[in-house]
């Protein structure tokens, strides 16, 4: 018989040979066989309804026969007819297709490992990474194969391979040998041990950074006890930037608790207290008070050498980002620290001993990027621009070269590298300027383009604030030493081209004054004064960097508790009668900080102070916050006295008029830009403002002021964003009043940074102003009847007792805070709506399509019920092995009928039927089913089996990437077509519902 399937693929044939029928007629047998079984996995699911039921062949065993799906939905149990396909009925096109289909499966079947050698070889020519890989691959397979007694001895042999010095011709190489002999070890098991030492050279020298730090640690977990792994890992973690890393590393390691004080102070930043308490550790050893441990180990109080060591270069590290250069020159002699001291040379501008040092230890120094710098110093100051540029060439081959060996990712080891290139630039045009301004140059009508645009650049090329303060220091200070032969060079052209002679001074003047800021910012106010007094070096400065100076030494004194003498007394010694008004009020502010401060506490002299700066300039933000803050502390100090009242309202009034100056345009404070520092100040003083209104008093005098400024429109609404959520709370408060109107300036003028939460803050509180609303109703309809049942009794006299005390109690019936708090958030609420109805109504159908959109789907609630009930079990205080409580199972019955009942189609997974789904789930779950467990653990069990298969549909359904625009129509772009779509259709879910 044939297969009359309307054109559709069966889903199997078998072929039934016949005595005496040709050979012929077998294959073509097969062949179609074949056929048929490509067509069954290519047709769709739905496609495959015809039931067949196959015979069996001499190539296939005989196969149990399968019902379509309309067959088992229709209850129809019959056998399906058999179906034989002659050979003679399959075209000749399908039957030599599968033929070679055949043939192919054939020979590849035949294929052995010998035959895909040789294609690999040449593959791997072609590609080193297939090499790699399969290096990677097979060596710990072949490890492992081996016995302990090979394995050991072959560690040394493997020593020896990686320790070959021919290996450097691949150092520049991606991928190498060094990395694949490397990956390969550490992936082996057991691993071969190899010395630390050479695991960290080969490390950084072949570029096997996340292979040679890995290997290093799990060294570290097997043999805690070796100091040379701990060392050797160290040194990685510091070539490539993992300072954390590291201090973890040696916090783990290190055997005194002022190591680990130290360590923590370096992470925080605090690098005068972590000098303070290196330098004591090291003035201990020099004593003779800490003895190193001879073999590294600690014994008897010893320290290890390596710890010791450390103690040494952190102490470095912390003197040299403090500016001591003398201390270290003098530290560098004593030791004998030969790179070191000509690295303190340079800074200190003593050029004689560094060219001699240079000259002296020529072919000593190690070729290194420092070392050429250096060079390039010294040539620079003879002004020898030719050998100053071939130190700076091979320096930019070095630092090159050190690049190419750094990790791929990653930005911290790349950091240290962008500075070197940065001073390395700036060396080469430090060489163009000092020709320029050569003397056998000088001319007075020359313009000195090239030098002009360098100086400017320089300005503009600066590190980042949160670079090291060294960084900073070797840009500055090199810079500074540029700017005095600028200086210098121009000097005598004071008449001739006085635009000339202050060349230099200006930039100088702003590098030393930004030095001092970032040392300041750094938390290193004794360096911003050591800078800023030591190193402009000049009786002239323009008045801005004057003022500049002055502002900055101030800050850093007021850091110090131990000079606020000194920095009062700096600030009284200035002559004012050079600046202007605005630099003198910031003067006089700086002078009423220091009054202000706990070791002067001179209150009434610092507020005589600021009075004065608002005199000199009424418009100074800085002044008013200042002010303000010293009314607020004279207001917390004591807030029973007379004139409490009276401070806090001062408080209140000089916060709303700093804000307003800070936060304005600054053209109406006479500034060009704004003051970012005051404007920080401002919008960190909103939270002390809205804590002063929410304990107003009962006057209102800090509400008045806030009333006062909202309602003048003084104050820019954007700086109520981030304290959005505080304002709605402030409605169920007393301050609602005084709130309100800062929420409707929103509503109006920044419609969708307020509505979101809006929406939430109304909604949440409709029901309980509903129940409020009813519950003030029955009341006053009870007091009602009372004073209608008192008049009665009275006669109809109002001057009743009773009814004089009723209608008291009615006078007081109120609405409660819920409810006030309501009124006011649908009142914002209509308000937004009446000013920007199209936004409003889009805002509120995109909200409404995310939430039909985006809800749980039927599977991932079953999920979350299936884990809470794991849970109840969980926490149900019986043993595995007693009964289900009857509560559960009423629980678990009524999760079956409410999961499963009705509509059953919607929760489908992705392996399985609806019916499916749902059959399993009952009989395993469904107290009703004889299959439902009899014991609290096998409850367990069984929930845990479903969450397990739950979870794994949920994720293997789970798509890669979703478009939100693609699933949720309103979040497209084209907001007034979304607006003009869900104006009319939809509803204000501010509206109260009907009871």
């Known amino acids: 018989q044939q297969q009359t399937a309307s054109g559709q693929p069966a889903e199997a044939q078998q072929q039934q040979q016949q005595q005496g029928q040709p050979a012929a007629d077998a294959q073509a047998a097969a062949a179609g066989q ?18 067949l039921q196959q015979q069996p062949s001499q190539q296939q065993g005989p196969q149990p026969p399968q019902q379509s799906s309309a067959a088992a939905a229709d209850g129809d149990a019959a056998a399906a007819l058999p179906v034989t396909v002659r050979g003679s009925d399959i075209p000749d096109g399908v039957r030599q297709l599968m033929q070679g289909h055949l043939d192919f499966l054939t020979s590849a079947g035949q294929l052995t490992v010998r035959d895909m050698m040789g294609p690999l070889r040449e593959y791997a020519q072609v590609d080193p990474y297939v090499a790699y890989h399969l290096w990677v691959l097979v060596f710990p397979i072949v490890w492992a194969t081996l016995a302990k007694q090979q394995q050991i001895n072959l560690a040394k042999p493997i020593i020896s391979l990686l320790s070959k010095e021919y290996h450097q011709r691949q150092a520049m190489a991606r991928p190498n040998v060094v990395q694949a002999l490397l990956e390969g070890i550490s992936l082996s098991q057991p691993q071969p041990k190899i010395p630390p030492e050479l695991i960290k050279f080969l490390g950084k020298s072949f570029n096997a950074w996340h292979i040679a730090i890995p290997l290093l640690e799990s060294h570290v977990i097997i043999f805690p006890d070796e100091t040379r792994c701990f060392d050797a890992l160290a040194e990685l973690y510091k070539l490539v930037g993992e300072d954390d890393m590291m201090a973890g590393l040696w916090r783990r ?4 608790n002022s190591t680990r ?7 925080l930043g605090m690098v005068e207290r972590a000098q303070a308490v290196l330098g004591e550790l090291n003035s201990q050893v020099a004593a003779g008070q800490i003895v190193p441990s001879a073999r590294g180990e600690t014994a008897n109080g010893e320290i290890p050498r390596g710890e010791m060591v450390l103690w040494v270069d952190s102490w470095v590290q912390c003197t040299k980002a403090l500016t001591q250069w003398d201390v270290l020159s003098e530290y560098a002699r004593a030791t004998d620290n030969i790179p070191l ?5 340079w800074r200190l501008h003593e050029w004689a001993p560094l060219q001699q040092m240079l000259v002296q230890n020529q072919g000593q120094m190690e070729p290194a990027v420092s070392s050429c710098m250096l060079s390039a110093y010294a040539a620079l100051k003879d002004v020898d621009q030719a050998t100053a540029n071939q130190h700076i060439d091979k320096g930019f081959q070095y630092a090159l ?5 750094l990790p791929d990712t990653g930005c911290g080891p790349q950091l240290a590298l962008l500075q070197t290139f940065q001073q390395l630039v700036e060396l080469r045009e430090s060489g163009r300027v000092l020709v320029d301004v050569s003397f056998q140059n000088q001319r007075p009508d020359q313009q000195y383009g090239d030098t002009k645009d360098i100086l400017e650049t320089w300005r503009l090329r600066t590190p980042n604030e949160w670079d090291s303060l060294i960084h900073w220091q070797d840009v500055l200070l090199w810079r500074n030493h540029i700017y005095n032969v600028v200086i210098n060079a121009f000097s005598n052209m004071v008449e001739i081209a006085p635009q000339l002679h202050q060349l230099g001074y200006r930039d100088k003047a702003w590098s030393v004054n930004k030095l001092g800021h970032i040392a300041y910012k750094h938390g290193c106010p004794d360096v911003c004064i050591t ?8 009786n002239a400065m323009e008045v801005q960097e004057a003022f500049v100076k002055i502002k900055e030494q101030a800050r850093a004194y007021l850091a110090l508790p131990l000079d606020l003498r000194a920095g009062l007394n700096m600030l009284n010694t200035t002559n004012l009668d050079y600046f202007a008004a605005q630099h003198q009020a910031e003067i006089f ?8 401060e706990p070791g002067m506490n001179d209150l009434e002299g610092a507020n005589s102070a600021l009075s004065t700066a608002l005199c000199l300039w009424r418009q100074c933000p800085d002044a008013w916050l200042s002010w303000g803050q010293l009314c607020d502390r004279r207001y917390e100090e004591a807030p029973q006295s007379p004139h409490a009242l009276q401070f806090l309202q001062y408080a209140a009034h000089c916060y709303m008029q700093g804000i307003k100056l800070s936060t304005g345009n600054p053209a109406t404070t006479g500034m060009k830009t704004r003051n970012e520092e005051a404007l920080m100040t401002s919008l960190d003083l909103l939270p002390r403002v809205l804590h002063l209104l929410s304990f107003d008093d009962k006057n209102g005098v800090v509400g008045d002021e806030i009333q006062k400024a909202v309602d003048e429109r003084s104050l820019p609404p954007w700086i109520w964003f981030m304290w959005i959520p505080q304002l709605l709370t402030s409605l169920t408060r007393p301050e609602v009043q005084r709130v309100k109107p800062i929420l409707k300036q929103l509503a109006e003028l920044h419609p969708q940074s307020i509505y979101y939460s809006l929406r939430t803050f109304v909604l949440s509180l409709r029901e309980a102003a509903q129940r409020s609303v009813q519950e003030v109703s029955r009341q006053k309809t009870i007091i009602e009847q009372q004073i209608a049942a008192a008049m009665a009794e009275a006669k109809g006299d109002d001057q009743n007792e009773a009814v004089i005390a009723a209608r008291a109690k009615l006078s007081t019936l109120t609405p409660s805070p819920e409810n006030i708090a309501f009124d006011a958030g649908k009142e914002v609420m209509e308000r937004l709506r009446q000013q920007h109805p199209v936004l409003g109504s889009t805002m509120e159908g995109m909200l409404g399509e995310i939430g039909s959109k985006f809800v749980p789907r039927p599977l991932e609630r079953l999920l979350a019920v299936v884990t809470a009930l794991l849970h109840r079990c969980y926490k149900t205080p019986a043993a595995n092995s007693s009964p289900i409580p009857p509560g559960l199972k009423r629980e678990m019955g009524g999760v079956c009928n409410a999961c499963f009942q009705g509509d059953s189609s919607k929760i489908q997974a992705r392996g399985m039927q609806p019916s499916e789904l749902r059959e399993g789930f009952l009989a395993d779950l469904n107290p009703e089913s004889p299959g439902f467990p009899h014991t609290l653990g096998e409850l367990a069990d069984k929930l845990k089996s479903w969450r397990n298969k739950l979870q794994t549909e949920l994720e293997a359904a789970m798509p890669t990437s979703l478009r939100l625009e693609e699933e949720c129509r309103a979040l497209q772009v084209g907001g007034s077509a979304a607006g003009g779509e869900f104006s009319h259709s939809v509803k204000n879910p501010m509206e109260p519902r009907r009871s």
């Open 589 to 596: 502010r700086l002078k009423a900080l220091f009054m202000a």
């Open 531 to 538: 800078v800023i007094n030591n190193m402009y070096g000049y």
């Open 34 to 51: 074949t056929a048929e079984a490509v067509q069954k996995q290519q047709a769709p699911a739905a496609d495959a309804q015809q039931p």
């Open 341 to 345: 001291a000509m690295d303190c040379l």
């Open 253 to 256: 390691r290190c055997s005194s």
């Open 401 to 405: 070269a050190k690049w190419w060996q």
């Open 261 to 267: 004080v130290a360590l923590s102070l370096l992470q």
